[in-house]
């Protein structure tokens, strides 16, 4: 007979969990109202979003007429008989990670009915899938290049325009939350890093309800302390914190998984890069300073002893696209002196030149020379101080900064 009016005996029952491989781990049981003991059992210690679980009741009394079915308390989880005292339920896809408090509902005899919370929970966790960046990840409105050679060439305004969009809906199923690290460098043309950012985001494939995207976002962000400064807009698109862009530099934008949040090995094929060029004026003006070698005198015969600096104001056109400077430059200046400023009778003059730099055009191939080095052959019209007029042909080595 049911006992209904002594405390001592209206225990609340509780789970122990262990695997259906081994029903028979021992369990903490505890008398119930039904004044008998009940064990309940899960298959799992740890459960996942979409995940079966499977829950048995074992109860000490086969013959009474009272019923007993377990309940979780997680929206959207029912359980379905699967055989005597056996039930059988799905993890809900978009159940938020935590501990679920197993309950038992009583049906008695007398069709009265009981609800008791267990001391036992279901644990679930999410799952920490690192997805492929290039599934979901996008530099708009123009994606850029993979490689600098190639780099998309954009005005000023267009470049501070990028953002870096996540297609959410291209997040696959079980992934979970997405933590990237964004790097944007600005690079000048002379290879020196003008500035360099960093920013943390992340995202996650949406549930389809604004509201619940938000919550979701808020426990994350509680939960990942380097990233309580993003907005819920930044799942979405992150703009590019850009400043100031000289002429001509080249932007990389660098994208990652987050490896301090994610601990596992680093996949190097799992990343983004988008180059990025700053366009410039097509007419540059640059200083070089050189050491000629007169190849070819048209005054032969008119001797001067040159001296061994060229001083040189240049100018080059710059390619609209490429931001090359095109190898030929002119330039106006000294030549033949001892210092750019010596100039005298006898110790050189002035000229106006036009310059074949070979190095420019290895740099033009990329093929990795210093930057600001220049080298090859000059056409100069010089005027020395006291002597004739005459054109030369001499080669050059010098540095033009």
Same mark, same amino acid.
């Given at each position: 007979?049911?006992?209904?009016?002594?405390?001592?005996?209206?225990?609340?029952?509780?789970?122990?969990?262990?695997?259906?491989?081994?029903?028979?781990?021992?369990?903490?049981?505890?008398?119930?109202?039904?004044?008998?003991?009940?064990?309940?059992?899960?298959?799992?210690? !740890?459960? &996942?979003?979409? @995940?079966?679980? /499977? *829950? #048995?009741?074992?109860?000490?009394?086969? =013959?009474?007429?009272?019923? %007993?079915?377990?309940?979780?308390?997680?929206?959207?989880?029912?359980?379905?008989?699967?055989?005597?005292?056996?039930?059988?339920?799905?993890?809900?896809?978009?159940?938020?990670?935590?501990?679920?408090?197993?309950?038992?509902?009583?049906?008695?005899?007398?069709?009265?009915?009981?609800?008791?919370?267990?001391?036992?929970?279901?644990?679930?966790?999410?799952?920490?899938?690192?997805?492929?960046?290039?599934?979901?990840?996008?530099?708009?409105?123009?994606?850029?290049?993979?490689?600098?050679?190639?780099?998309?060439?954009?005005?000023?305004?267009?470049?501070?325009?990028?953002? !870096?969009? &996540?297609?959410? @809906?291209?997040? /696959? *199923? #079980?992934?979970?939350?997405?933590?990237? =690290?964004?790097?944007?460098? %600005?690079?000048?043309?002379?290879?020196?890093?003008?500035?360099?950012?960093?920013?943390?985001?992340?995202?996650?494939?949406?549930?389809?309800?604004?509201?619940?995207?938000?919550?979701?976002?808020?426990?994350?962000?509680?939960?990942?302390?380097?990233?309580?400064?993003?907005?819920?807009?930044?799942?979405?698109?992150?703009?590019?914190?850009?400043?100031?862009?000289?002429?001509?530099?080249?932007?990389?934008?660098?994208?990652?998984?987050?490896?301090?949040?994610?601990?596992?090995?680093?996949?190097?094929?799992?990343?983004?890069?988008?180059?990025?060029?700053?366009?410039?004026?097509?007419?540059?003006?640059?200083?070089?300073?050189?050491?000629?070698?007169?190849?070819?005198?048209?005054?032969?015969?008119?001797?001067?002893?040159?001296?061994?600096?060229?001083?040189?104001?240049?100018?080059?056109?710059?390619?609209?696209?490429?931001?090359?400077?095109?190898?030929?430059?002119?330039?106006?200046?000294?030549?033949?002196?001892?210092?750019?400023?010596?100039?005298?009778?006898?110790?050189?003059?002035?000229?106006?030149?036009?310059?074949?730099?070979?190095?420019?055009?290895?740099?033009?191939?990329?093929?990795?020379?210093?930057?600001?080095?220049?080298?090859?052959?000059?056409?100069?019209?010089?005027?020395?101080?006291?002597?004739?007029?005459?054109?030369?042909?001499?080669?050059?080595?010098?540095?033009?900064?």
């Amino acid at each position: 007979m049911l006992k209904f009016l002594t405390p001592c005996l209206l225990w609340v029952c509780i789970a122990g969990t262990m695997r259906a491989q081994a029903p028979d781990r021992p369990a903490l049981p505890i008398r119930a109202v039904l004044d008998e003991t009940i064990l309940v059992f899960t298959d799992k210690p !740890v459960y &996942f979003p979409d @995940d079966t679980l /499977r *829950l #048995r009741i074992q109860r000490e009394d086969t =013959t009474g007429t009272s019923s %007993v079915t377990p309940a979780v308390g997680i929206e959207g989880l029912k359980f379905s008989p699967a055989g005597h005292n056996n039930y059988i339920g799905v993890i809900p896809q978009t159940v938020t990670p935590g501990s679920y408090r197993i309950l038992l509902r009583i049906v008695d005899a007398g069709g009265q009915r009981f609800v008791y919370e267990t001391a036992r929970f279901v644990q679930v966790e999410e799952y920490q899938g690192i997805e492929q960046l290039s599934r979901y990840v996008n530099i708009v409105p123009l994606d850029g290049s993979s490689d600098p050679r190639t780099a998309a060439t954009l005005v000023g305004e267009q470049v501070r325009g990028l953002y !870096v969009v &996540f297609r959410r @809906d291209s997040i /696959r *199923l #079980r992934m979970g939350p997405q933590f990237v =690290t964004i790097r944007t460098t %600005v690079v000048l043309r002379d290879g020196t890093t003008a500035q360099s950012f960093e920013r943390r985001v992340l995202t996650f494939r949406s549930h389809g309800d604004p509201e619940r995207d938000r919550a979701m976002f808020i426990q994350y962000r509680t939960a990942y302390g380097a990233y309580a400064a993003i907005s819920t807009a930044e799942l979405d698109q992150v703009r590019l914190p850009l400043d100031t862009l000289p002429a001509w530099a080249i932007v990389r934008v660098n994208i990652d998984p987050d490896y301090t949040i994610r601990i596992g090995g680093h996949d190097g094929a799992n990343s983004v890069t988008r180059y990025f060029r700053v366009r410039g004026p097509t007419l540059d003006i640059g200083f070089s300073l050189g050491i000629p070698k007169v190849l070819y005198d048209t005054q032969a015969r008119d001797t001067i002893e040159y001296g061994n600096t060229s001083a040189m104001l240049r100018f080059y056109y710059v390619d609209a696209e490429s931001g090359n400077r095109f190898p030929v430059s002119f330039g106006a200046g000294t030549f033949g002196v001892n210092s750019p400023i010596d100039v005298g009778v006898g110790r050189g003059g002035f000229a106006f030149s036009g310059f074949l730099d070979l190095v420019e055009l290895t740099r033009i191939h990329d093929l990795g020379f210093f930057k600001g080095i220049i080298a090859g052959l000059e056409l100069t019209q010089f005027f020395p101080l006291g002597r004739r007029a005459r054109l030369l042909i001499n080669a050059q080595v010098g540095i033009s900064p």
